[in-house]
Structures are given as structure tokens and as C-alpha cells.
């Protein structure tokens, strides 16, 4: 008998034939636990597509303030968003692979549906060894963060070449790496948006707020501020708005160095300042709701109006786990 005789399918050469989509959200802590939090923003900050400082500099900053204070911080403000189905972030995207799954299998469609997290759990080196297990060699991967940045897309390309790397027989592989003004994700974006004036009525300023990045990356060729931008002019020309109807933010800044403007929170004072007393605001770059949606934008975000003189805040949610957005999806899918 040979000594190869023994070997399963997926060990052997046999032809595997298994496609799989792979989505890959940021990520989140395990738990909102100091000791949870500090493991996950360790990983998060020492990736150099996050942080572009010289190495040694950085991880003096990082390990020797920066993990010693900010864990504690974040953790409360994990807390005050965690639910019974643990987080806000990871449920979403448990949710959204489950839908996805259904609609493909609905249209006949033999495509596996994984998930995983560029930081924490579950990993793109574990999840890619699951799928390599269960016998695919033929992987789309959806990135579900619609305007490209280096720090979120890239960074995920990088975590799949390192597993990859590691592998004798290489899958097939297909990447997208944005999809700002996919014609598809626009549409979801201006219904979610017209779903929320039909219940409450035109507000007098629509923020779109961003994800923001330091200013030096768009110098240095970063297309993310372009695509955002981009973004924002489809969904308001497909809503009829005018100039003075909407405004493109920018939020989460972190750190001395300046960071796309106009920033959010600065932006939401001031408006309510200028007596702009109704606004609705919706966080187009992110694919489902996290701490920087739910704590930052609909809380956070919204004491600082309301302590300006604002008086209508609302927020209008992530797409989700919304049908539109995940027909987009198997939409992305099928044409790749």
C-alpha cells in the first residue's frame, strides 16, 4: 500500500474546488475587561499600517503610556455598549456571514461564508486554516470597509499574505479592496437615509461622519479622504440635497499629529452654536455598528451638541445586517 494511501482529500493533491467568501471586520475585544482590552489595542497599535511611527519610538510610547493608561478608559466605554450577545461589533458580523450565507444558498450558489477579525477573535490565520481544513482553494475576500485606507484594507491583505506565506498549495484569491461608490452600497446607504426622513422628517443639516486618518497619509498618496468624499457626493446627488443641506466629517482622532478635518465633534459645537438645531447624523465607513458608532457618535457626540444648544440629535445606523447591504455583498461576491 502507499505510504500516501492514507491521506484525506485535503491533504492529497485531489482537486478541492471550494469557493468561500471571507469577511474581515477591525475587530474587538474579547471581553470589556481591562486584561481583554489592553491584549486587543497591543495587537491593534503594533501594526505599522495603524501607526507610522519609527518602531523603537513607538513601542516606548505604546507599552511604556499609552498600555498602561488607555486600557482602563476603553474598557468602561466597552461596557456601556456590550450586550448579552457580547459585542456590539463581532454579533454584527456573526450576523451579516449568517445572512450572507442564506442569500447565496438561496440563488443556488456553492460559496462558503467565513468571518474574521484583523485584531483579536476570531483570526484570519485561524479562520484561513478552518477554510483550508473544510477544503477551499478558492477565496474571495470582502474587507468590509468601503472606502480603501491602508491602515484597514491593506493591514488585512498583509494578515492574509503572512498565513499565506506559510502554505505549499496557495488557493485561488481574489481581494476587493474598496467599494465606496459601488452602485449597490450607495443605494443601501440612501435608503437607510430616507427610511430615517419618512419617520422623522428632513433634518436641517445631514453630518456624514468618517473615520478619520492622520492628514500625512493622504499626503503620502492614502486614497481613503478621496473615496469618502466620493461617497458622500453619491448618496447626496441621489437624495436631491443640497450644499447646504449636508456636511462631510471626520471623527476618532487620536494622538497630537492633525487628522482630516473638519472633526466631527468640533463641527456638531459649532452647529449648534449657529443655531442649526436639527440634525441627523450616519457613519458611512463603517459596515456595522462599534464602540466609535454607538459610544462615540450617539453619545459622546451627541452631549456635545446638546451641551451647544442642540436640541434634535439622532443618530441613523450602520447598515448592518440590513437586506440591501447584504445583497450588496453577495452582489460584490458573485461579480468577483
Known amino acids: 500500500m502507499s505510504k500516501f494511501a492514507g491521506l484525506s482529500k485535503n491533504q492529497g493533491h485531489a482537486k478541492r474546488a471550494t469557493k468561500a467568501v471571507l469577511l474581515i471586520n477591525l475587530g474587538t475585544p474579547d471581553a470589556p475587561t481591562k486584561k ?3 491584549r486587543y489595542l497591543a495587537e491593534f497599535l503594533a501594526d505599522p499600517r495603524v501607526v507610522e511611527i519609527p518602531k523603537i519610538v513607538w513601542s516606548i510610547i505604546l507599552h511604556g503610556i499609552i498600555l498602561r493608561t488607555r486600557p482602563a478608559k476603553s474598557a468602561a466605554l466597552y461596557k456601556q455598549i456590550w450586550t448579552e450577545a457580547g459585542s456590539p461589533l463581532f454579533d454584527i458580523t456573526r450576523r451579516q456571514a449568517e445572512a450572507l450565507q442564506k442569500e447565496l444558498d438561496d440563488q443556488n450558489l456553492n460559496i462558503q461564508v467565513h468571518y474574521a477579525m ?6 484570519i490565520a485561524s ?3 478552518q477554510m483550508h481544513d ?3 482553494d478558492d477565496i474571495t475576500v470582502l474587507p468590509l470597509y468601503p472606502q480603501y485606507a491602508a491602515p484597514t484594507t491593506a ?4 494578515a492574509i499574505a503572512k498565513e499565506l506565506m506559510t502554505w505549499r498549495y496557495l488557493p485561488a484569491l481574489r481581494f476587493i479592496n474598496t467599494y465606496h461608490d459601488h452602485p449597490d452600497y ?3 446607504l440612501v435608503h437607510s437615509i430616507n427610511q430615517d426622513f419618512e419617520k422623522n422628517g428632513k433634518p436641517k443639516k445631514l453630518v456624514l461622519s468618517y473615520h478619520g486618518m492622520p492628514e ?3 499626503k503620502l498618496g492614502d486614497p481613503y479622504y478621496c473615496f469618502c468624499k466620493k461617497t458622500t457626493r453619491l448618496v447626496v446627488e441621489s437624495l436631491g440635497l443640497e450644499e447646504s443641506d449636508y456636511i462631510t466629517t471626520f471623527q476618532s482622532r487620536f494622538g497630537k499629529a492633525k487628522w482630516l478635518t473638519p472633526y466631527t465633534d468640533e463641527t456638531l459645537e459649532q452647529l449648534a452654536k449657529d443655531g442649526v438645531d436639527d440634525i441627523a447624523i450616519i457613519c458611512p465607513a463603517f459596515s456595522a455598528d462599534c464602540l466609535e458608532t454607538l459610544e462615540e457618535i450617539k453619545q459622546e457626540n451627541r452631549e456635545i451638541y446638546e451641551e451647544a444648544g442642540g436640541k434634535h440629535y439622532r443618530y441613523i445606523d450602520a447598515l448592518n445586517d440590513d437586506p440591501l447591504h447584504i445583497e450588496m455583498m453577495a452582489n460584490l461576491v458573485k461579480q468577483n
Open 134 to 136: 473544510s477544503g477551499v
Open 127 to 129: 479562520t484561513l486554516k
Open 216 to 218: 500625512r497619509n493622504l
Open 155 to 158: 493591514s488585512s491583505f498583509d
Open 186 to 188: 450607495i443605494k443601501a
Open 118 to 123: 484583523r485584531y483579536g477573535n476570531p483570526s
Open 36 to 38: 481583554d482590552v489592553r
